[in-house]
């Protein structure tokens, strides 16, 4: 394979990623990754002013997702072939635009397919995550994978809340406003930050025409048992992530007496696990991937079990506790699985992050859709069962690497 000669991964080899430019990849990551979540709790005041029903209104969230995962798989891919600092801006821009479409939009079509745009956008996020990466020398990969991941989860955790109490101050278009103020913002900060990163004229992958790009990803897939594995385990614990941070809202709402605002304040206090994502990118480094796995794993499928525990007793500490516990093992999961398959081939980073992002993305997508068929049958208990059948699935699949002595 040919290898990606870049200035930059040169002067990184020395002097790594600075503090600067990690903070700048970290709120870059968690500032677009949120543009997912906006709409989440906005629903309610956006249907009636688009004059959406009941039944469409549900698409305003499920639109931004779907062009997220078309974004995944088409622009992520791109990172081999483009030159990575004007493909994260030209993403950010670009951003910036469909977010402006979404504040402006005055009928439910327009709304929607600018709604796509901003999703579709967005995965620019997945270009920057192995951009740092790169730039990151090996010993210290691991690392820099994990504090800007960190950026990624506050993102998430954050989004929800932060649009509630904006929207109730200015209203839900000043939410999408402001965000694309923000990508702007960030645009203009990485435009001095961010350096080139240029393949060698004629180099093998750059020769490739898109199509090629996009069909060499199965190759890949298929060649690549690390990949597949780090993408189901990735996968399945994002889908039980999906599964409590869908149902938790109703069972708050219902058991609790929460509104908008606590629940928001939950979500706030859940963001916590973010904190573990640069120890699990310092045990990376030192070669504790396999062991940092285990804990996580066994870590998810016991904060299910203990939060369905929690719910049924109507202890919110206990709550607030295990949300941290499953989050920060989410976190961990994710920051190991990357340090593994960004440590494979450096000329095909974008499209095994493109790969491996997809997969996780599709398969945490059916966890919303568990959350909901199984707490309207059976409450949180019931979800949070499903959540640890998952979890201890998961963790059978992962116990086959000791039987077959695989390295990661």
Known sequence: MSTIATTAEEASASHGLS???????????????????????????????????????????TLTQLGYGAGLLLIVSLADRVENRRLILTTLICAAAALAG????????????????????????????????????EERRGRTIGNVMAGLLAGIMLA????????????????????AGLMLVLAGWLA?????????????????????????MGHILVRTPA?????????????????????????????????????????LAGAGGALAAPLAGRLGDRGYIRTGTAVALVTVA????????????????????????????????????????????????????????TIVFLLGA??????????????????MLAAAVLGLAVLAIFATEFRRGRPQ
Not at 103 to 124: E, I, K, M, Q, R
Not at 366 to 383: C, K, M, N, Q, R
């Open 302 to 357: 016991l904060s299910c079990v203990l939060s369905g525990w929690a719910g049924a007793i109507h202890s919110l500490a206990a709550l607030v506790i295990f949300a941290v516990t499953l989050d920060a093992a989410t976190q961990v999961n994710q920051v190991l699985g990357q340090r593994v398959i960004y440590s494979l081939a450096a000329e095909a980073r974008g499209r095994m992050n493109a790969i491996y992002m």
């Open 160 to 179: 929800r809340p932060a649009a509630s109490m904006l929207a109730d101050t200015l209203g839900w278009r000043a939410v999408f406003w402001v965000s």
């Open 227 to 267: 990949l597949q594995r780090r993408a189901i385990y990735q996968g399945i614990v994002f889908a039980i992530f999906n599964i409590f941070w869908t149902a938790a809202p109703l069972m708050l709402a219902r058991s609790f007496g929460y509104g908008q605002q606590g629940i928001a304040l939950f979500a």
């Open 366 to 383: 059916g966890g919303s859709a568990v959350a909901t068929l199984t707490y309207h049958h059976g409450g949180w208990w019931t979800s």
């Open 19 to 61: 503090a600067g430019l990690t903070v700048a990849c970290a709120v870059t990551c968690g500032a677009m990754v949120a543009n997912l979540y906006y709409a989440q709790p906005l629903i309610d005041l956006i249907a009636p002013e688009l004059r959406l029903s009941e039944n469409i209104s549900g698409l305003i969230v």
């Open 102 to 137: 979404v504040a402006v939009s005055s009928s439910a079509p327009f709304f929607l397919a600018a709604a796509v745009a901003v999703g579709f956008c967005s995965a620019g996020a997945q270009v920057v995550v192995p951009f740092a990466a790169s730039l990151a020398p």
């Open 192 to 216: 001095k930050a961010l350096p080139r990163r240029r393949q060698p004229e004629g180099g093998r992958t750059q020769r490739m025409s898109y199509a090629h790009t996009l069909r060499s």
